[in-house]
């Protein structure tokens, strides 16, 4: 099981459509995954042991050991497709 | 499982924007949302301190939109606010905080439950991508209208 965080500023909003649209993709691939939210500010303390984290305002905080996908893409629709297909090369 | 959220029409307001800011425009419909019983006194504070911080502008390619929101701890019940500018206002970008957007439409969330109303956010965020429906709530004065067009669309 492929373990997904998904952070946004206060980890309750934008995260929260993020997660599902990964879990939908997961989902429709036959990729298990396990995706958990979190805020922003809480990344760098919560992201041990993570197989990616994705994020949809700007991560510039500190050592993160996991690659990181930026996802806005998936709120505004632009580049909607290629970011899922990011996220899921990251995970099959 | 929270209870649908049901979208109150005096939280739908048109905004005129003269010599106003983004700070100004989160204060007003915050007021609006403490007025109606829907968030604390302390929710606004957190709208501001948010916003700040993690901004909320979301760049559509045609009329953007800012969805403004803050912690669970500040909200009574799950309610959305909407503000139509009569002008474009700076706000920033969410996912580059240095980036200016002009927002034509604000749709501040109050939600009691950290993972609650997924569908209602879920449809707020594909609203965004409809351009044709923005476009209708922007040209019209009438906030019934406007209501309408939104509480349509989000249920």
Do not use: W
Not at chain 1, 6 to 31: D, F, H, L, Q
Not at chain 2, 122 to 131: A, M, N
């Amino acid at each position: 099981m492929k373990k997904v965080l998904v952070a946004c500023g206060n980890g309750i909003a934008t995260s929260t459509v993020v997660a599902e649209k990964i879990r939908e993709a997961c989902k429709e691939n036959g990729v298990d995954v396990s995706v958990t939210q979190c805020k922003l500010m809480e990344v760098e303390s919560k992201a041990e042991g993570y197989d990616l984290m994705v994020t949809t305002g700007m991560f510039t905080g500190g050592k993160v050991n996991v690659p990181v996908v930026g996802a806005i893409s998936l709120l505004t629709g632009f580049g909607e497709e290629e970011t899922i297909e990011k996220i899921l090369s990251y995970l099959k | 499982m929270s209870e649908m959220l049901a979208i109150d029409s005096k939280m739908i307001v048109k905004i005129d924007t003269k010599g106003k800011n983004k700070e100004d425009i989160l204060s007003c419909l915050a007021d609006n949302l403490q007025k109606g019983e829907y968030v604390k006194n302390t929710y606004k504070g957190g709208i501001l301190k948010r916003e700040a911080a993690y901004p909320t502008g979301l760049y559509t390619g045609g009329i953007n939109v800012a969805v403004p929101h803050t912690d669970c701890v500040h909200v009574n019940k799950d309610a959305i606010a909407v503000g139509v500018l009569k002008e474009p206002v700076v706000f920033k970008a969410m996912d580059n905080p240095q980036k200016d957007i002009e927002v034509s439409i604000v749709i501040m969330i109050a939600l009691k439950e950290a993972h609650g109303q997924v569908k209602m956010l879920q449809k707020i965020l594909s609203l965004i991508k409809k351009q044709d429906q923005l476009k209708s709530i922007l040209e019209t004065d009438d906030t019934d209208r406007i209501y309408k067009i939104i509480s349509n669309y989000l249920n």
